[in-house]
């Protein structure tokens, strides 16, 4: 069982949409959690954090669900832009080792 | 801005040489990260090194050798390339660990290999 699990898509969705990523974990002392994004032939880059209160940055919004062991990530009013991968991403602490999903893919489109 | 640079966006290298992938940052960040990325896979950790000449192990190490004689450079050395290792490599620069927002990492544009 991968450490890490995301749905890989495609989601294609329009312009306008709301689309939600979810993604389970596997081991329960994972500490801190994140959204990374990873647009085509680039690298990854944070997008956000998430905690446990659920934390909103304009139209992102990311919950932890710590009992069931998954994180979410909605996406309102898709644009454009926001075509790109987006990567689930645990820590189990210590020297900041990252444990990554193998990502799931949004297209919007016109 | 932190940046990560990488010595080379493409490689290209035959079957049995020895490679060597080169990363710095100049954030004066401890921590270094070298990743493999492949489809489907994500990324996997190949080695990390949090202070000089420190350096562990990660998910994937067999294969690599890694080196970081300076805080700012951590490099990545294939001892005798193959053909499975063809993918690409990502360096990721994060400060000690401890405080909120510590947790990131700031990723290099990667350098995708081939080995023929």
């Known amino acids: 069982r991968k450490e890490v699990e995301q749905d890989p898509g495609p989601f294609n969705v329009p312009e306008g949409a709301t689309v939600a990523f979810n993604c389970t974990y596997s081991?329960?002392?994972?500490?801190?959690f994140f959204w990374y994004r990873q647009d085509c032939r680039k690298e990854p880059k944070l997008l956000m954090s998430?905690?446990?209160s659920g934390n909103e940055d304009g139209r992102f919004t990311a919950q932890l669900n710590r009992a069931s062991q998954y994180i979410s990530l909605l996406i309102r009013d898709s644009k454009l832009s926001d075509s790109a991968t987006y990567l689930c991403?645990?820590?189990?602490?210590?020297?900041?080792?990252?444990?990554f999903g193998a990502g799931t893919r949004l297209a919007v489109h016109p | 801005d932190v940046k990560v640079t990488q010595s080379s966006r493409y490689l290209v290298k035959r079957t049995g040489e020895k490679v060597f992938l080169e990363c710095v940052q100049d954030?004066?960040?401890?921590?270094m990260f070298w990743y493999r990325q492949d489809p489907g896979l994500g990324l996997r950790l190949i080695y990390f090194?949090?202070?000089?000449?420190?350096?562990e192990k990660g998910d994937i190490p067999e294969g690599y050798s890694v080196s970081r004689e300076k805080k700012e450079r951590f490099s990545l050395i294939l001892e005798s390339a193959s053909t499975n290792q063809t993918s690409m490599y990502l360096c990721?620069?994060?400060?000690?660990?401890?405080?909120?927002?510590?947790?990131?990492?700031?990723f290099g544009p990667g350098t995708r290999l081939t080995v023929l």
């Open positions: 990721a620069s994060s400060p000690i660990a401890g405080g909120p927002g510590t947790d990131t990492q700031y």
């Open positions: 081991n329960s002392a994972s500490q801190s």
């Open positions: 998430v905690y446990s």
């Open positions: 991403v645990v820590t189990l602490g210590g020297y900041n080792k990252l444990i």
């Open positions: 954030m004066d960040h401890e921590n």
């Open positions: 090194s949090y202070d000089v000449k420190m350096k």
